[in-house]
Structures are given as structure tokens and as C-alpha cells.
């Protein structure tokens, strides 16, 4: 971890706060911080201090997705494909059978969205944004909302929020089940250190083997959907309506 330069790490009490580090860029996911995310799970996961994780942003905006920047080079620090990273971030989120809990500081959108929702619990800001607007970007929603959305929300919810790209109010994600509980601006982080604080004082295997049995239902989900969309993926950022859209930024 002392080598990330885009994940910030602080370890309190069997916490540990990961916080996404490019507020001047609304915490969008570079190649850097991509390549940081394929490994900062695993990293939690055999940290003996930690035993519990918060996620959250720096700044006023949790992640507003991919770096869509022109002059992004979509290389990586891992020898992986971006592909096979993207696949390893979710993938290595769901493994960790420590709980994750999401401060949803700001705006989460495309892999933000992911990340929050994804998370054992998420506490949104009530200005904040949800969404996956990947379709809307001439890209396949391969990274795992198409994947994975359905467990959550059911399948003919999911669909309609894919398939428009629809960018959600707080409440309007809570109300669906893609997140847990809307609170004050401000105050996401401390609803989550809260609860940390609580859930790193429960006897650790019980906590953790118990959260391993609920992740296996959106484990299974990945097994089945998440590679099968990310070749999907894969095949749209080297076709011409993702390049279209790029030009058109």
C-alpha cells in the first residue's frame, strides 16, 4: 500500500479507510488508480490489522468513473489487460470476506457506481448521483452492473436501468436496493465509520464467514455474466460507436 499513489490509506481501531485520491478529477479512475484497484482488496484481505474496510472519495465526488480523458493511454501497471483488471477488481471485491462499507461522499457513476453498490453497505449522500451510463457511451456494461445489478434489484429493473443509462437521485437508488441508506451531505463517513467501529468489535470469523455465504450469490453471478461482458466490452472500445463518442466529448 505504501506504493499506491491514487488509493490513500488510514488504519484506525481494525478500520481501514481507502480513499480514492483525485478529487481535482472528481476521483475518476486513471490507469494508475485502475491498476491500484486490482490489488487493494487482496492487499485488505491479508492485513491481519484490518478488519473491516470503508471505501470512500476524496473531495466532494466519489467516483465519477473512467478517466475519460482524450489523452488516457488505457495502459496498465499490472502486466494485465485493462480488461482482465477490470475483471479483477470485481472479482477481488467479492472475495474479501471482510465487510466493505461504501461512504458515498458524492456523485458515483460507471465504476464508482460499481464500487458502491457492491459494497456490503453503502450510506449515499443525499446530493449524490448513481449510475451506469456505459450504453450511453457506445460501451457494452460489461464491468458489472449488467452482471451483477440483477441480484440486487431484480432482473427487469436492472434492465431499464442499464439499458437508458439512468443516472439516480440518492433516495431513487435507495428506494430500488442499490444502495442502503441516504444521510445528510456530509455525513456519509461517519455513518460508515460508525458502523465499522460496531462490526469490528463482532467476532471476526463469524462476521466474515457469514458475509462469505451471502457474497456467494453475487459470486455466482460473476461466474456466469462478468467475463462474458467484459469480452463484450473488450470487443466495443475498439469498435467505432465507442470512438464516436469519444470524439464527440
Known amino acids: 500500500m505504501a506504493d499506491y ?4 490509506t488510514e488504519v484506525d481501531g481494525g478500520v481501514a479507510t481507502l480513499i480514492l485520491d483525485r478529487p481535482e478529477h472528481g476521483n475518476a479512475v486513471d490507469d494508475a488508480m485502475h491498476s491500484e484497484l486490482t490489488t487493494v482488496f487482496s492487499d485488505m484481505g491479508q492485513d491481519a490489522d484490518v478488519r473491516v474496510v470503508v471505501l470512500t472519495g476524496a473531495g466532494e465526488t466519489f467516483c465519477r468513473g473512467g478517466d475519460a480523458s482524450p489523452t488516457r493511454t488505457f495502459t496498465t501497471l499490472t502486466g494485465l489487460t485493462p480488461i482482465q483488471e477490470a475483471q479483477r477488481i470485481v472479482e477481488t471485491l467479492l472475495a474479501l470476506d471482510k465487510p466493505v462499507i461504501a461512504a458515498v461522499n458524492g456523485d458515483a457513476i460507471g465504476l464508482g457506481a460499481i464500487l458502491a453498490t457492491l459494497a456490503d453497505v453503502a ?3 443525499r446530493s449524490a448521483h448513481l449510475g451506469d451510463r456505459h450504453v450511453l457511451g457506445g460501451v457494452t456494461a460489461g464491468n458489472g452492473s449488467a452482471a451483477l445489478w440483477p441480484v440486487l434489484v431484480g432482473l427487469n429493473r436492472a434492465k431499464y436501468l442499464v439499458l437508458n443509462g439512468e443516472v439516480l437521485t440518492a433516495e431513487q437508488a435507495a428506494d430500488v436496493g442499490l444502495v442502503h441508506e441516504v444521510v445528510a451531505d456530509g455525513d ?3 455513518a460508515a465509520t460508525t458502523l465499522a ?4 468489535a463482532l467476532p471476526p470469523y463469524a462476521l466474515q464467514s457469514t458475509k462469505s455465504v451471502l457474497n456467494r450469490h453475487l459470486k455466482a453471478a460473476a461466474r456466469e455474466a462478468l467475463g462474458y461482458g467484459l469480452a463484450l466490452e473488450e470487443q466495443a472500445l475498439a469498435g467505432p460507436e465507442f470512438a464516436a463518442a469519444r470524439r464527440a466529448r
Not at 5 to 8: K, M, N, S, V
Not at 197 to 200: D, I, N
Open 5 to 8: 499513489t491514487r488509493i490513500r
Open 123 to 125: 450510506f449515499v449522500a
Open 188 to 190: 456519509s463517513l461517519a
Open 197 to 200: 467501529a460496531r462490526w469490528s
